[in-house]
């Protein structure tokens, strides 16, 4: 009985798998391949949701970026027909004043016409021989304008030289008037 408990210490067979363990394992993989393949499914769906979102809101600003482009052609050429109808303004003014300011020159010219019919109705008046009404647009006339600008010796804004020969007349006319009497 010794021998046989006397056995020497060599090598001892390996144990052979068993049939069950080896089909756990393999279902273990797989499981665990299927679960890497079912996390890089989900991870690809996510990241294609994202890239989706993110071309839509590029195309988006794409969108805005080329209104806000074609809005600014459109005040550009706004722009360009307002400048146009600016010059032709000036040029149509054919004022020196109209180069720098071209409510100015219009404002001067509608003095102009103001002048030239208070200077038409004091002429109706002499004409007609009524001097006092004649005398009173004179006077409000000079009050309004101002006898250097009306006569051209005013540093600014003088009227043309047709006004002020016009009006020296008038004034002639009427200080010849107001002497008589």
């Known amino acids: ?9 060599g090598p001892k067979p390996e144990k052979k ?22 996390i890089s499914y989900i991870a690809q769906a996510r990241a294609d949701r994202q890239l989706d979102t993110l071309t839509n809101q590029l195309t988006e600003q794409q969108t805005v970026a080329q209104g806000a ?4 052609e459109d005040l550009q050429k706004q722009f360009d027909a307002q400048s146009k109808a600016l010059d032709g303004v000036r040029s149509a003014l054919d004022s ?3 180069h720098t300011d071209v409510v100015a ?37 000079v009050e309004k304008y101002g006898a250097e600008r009306l006569l051209g010796r005013a540093a600014e804004n003088s009227f043309g030289s047709d006004i002020n020969k016009l009006f020296e007349a008038v004034q002639k006319q009427i200080e010849d008037l107001t002497t008589e009497e």
């Open 1 to 9: 009985m010794d021998e046989q408990k006397k056995t020497p210490d």
């Open 17 to 38: 798998l068993s049939r069950t363990t080896l089909t756990f394992y393999i279902i273990g993989l797989f499981t665990v391949a299927l679960a890497l393949i079912l």
């Open 69 to 72: 482009t074609q809005k600014m």
């Open 96 to 98: 020196e004043l109209a």
């Open 105 to 141: 020159a219009a404002t001067l010219r509608m003095e102009e016409r103001d002048v030239y019919a208070g200077l038409a109705r004091i002429s109706a008046q002499l004409l007609s021989e009524n001097t006092e009404d004649a005398v009173r647009e004179y006077d409000a006339l």
